[in-house]
């Protein structure tokens, strides 16, 4: 399979509780998004890397998330101190060379 | 006014009807014009590709863009049910994230 993985596919929490998502982008893809999708929108940007460094965050990205790719391969989402407001599906996608992204299934996260 | 609008439906058809989805942008800098169809619990999965005004087709389906207008759209021809999803006009700027309009849910029916 060599499209874009993430990792758990359903995460279901309890308000307050940290949790990461990991994603594995597509072979020899050097840039990697984070998008954030609510019930009956698109999706909206909320970070993106360039091999390991991390070039851009969108002001949706509140100081309780945090995003790594530490060798520019594979990435992780994490949030922290989770509130009901981050239910919601949590997409990567990747991309090379001007190329357009391709995106995994995402992790759909809900809080109890 | 957000940078892209886009009708979110739902929008009926019946099977092999010709399927017409638009949005509107209003950022000049937008250079890449995609469309993306999504199905429930699914990621968005790409299907077409441009970047300049014209039209451009791919089996069934035709892209169209004008950048005069800052308006574009998707075509499906002969509709099947399996053509029922929700359609993701997206845009961006070189190099750079993508803006999604709202998507369109379309429902084919038998």
């Known amino acids: 399979d060599t499209g874009v993985s993430q990792d758990p596919r359903h995460k279901i929490t309890k308000r307050g509780q940290n949790v990461t998502f990991r994603c594995d982008p597509i072979?020899?893809?050097?840039?990697l998004y984070w998008y954030r999708q609510t019930l009956g929108q698109g999706p909206e940007f909320l970070t993106y890397?360039?091999?390991?460094?991390?070039?851009?965050k969108s002001r949706l990205l509140s100081d309780r998330f945090s995003a790594e790719r530490p060798k520019g391969s594979f990435s992780t989402l994490e949030i922290q101190r989770t509130e009901q407001g981050d239910s919601a599906m949590y997409l990567c996608?990747?991309?090379?060379?001007?190329?357009?992204?391709?995106f995994g299934d995402g992790t759909r996260l809900s809080i109890l | 006014q957000k940078e892209v609008e886009q009708d979110p439906g739902p929008l009926s058809v019946p099977e092999g009807a010709i399927v017409s989805l638009n949005c509107t942008y209003s950022?000049?800098?937008?250079?890449?014009f995609m469309w993306y169809r999504q199905y429930s619990r699914k990621g968005p999965e790409l299907l077409m590709y441009?970047?300049?005004?014209g039209n451009k087709e791919d089996g069934r389906f035709t892209a169209q863009v004008d950048k005069s207008s800052k308006y574009i759209s998707l075509f499906i021809r002969d509709s099947q049910p399996s053509d029922s999803a929700t359609y993701l006009c997206?845009?961006?700027?070189?190099?750079?994230?993508?803006?999604f309009g709202k998507g369109t849910r379309l429902h084919i029916l038998p």
């Open positions: 950022n000049s800098a937008f250079q890449y």
């Open positions: 996608a990747s991309t090379i060379n001007n190329q357009p992204q391709h």
């Open positions: 072979s020899e893809h050097n840039r």
């Open positions: 441009t970047y300049s005004s």
């Open positions: 997206a845009m961006s700027a070189r190099d750079d994230k993508i803006i």
């Open positions: 890397f360039q091999n390991e460094a991390q070039l851009e």
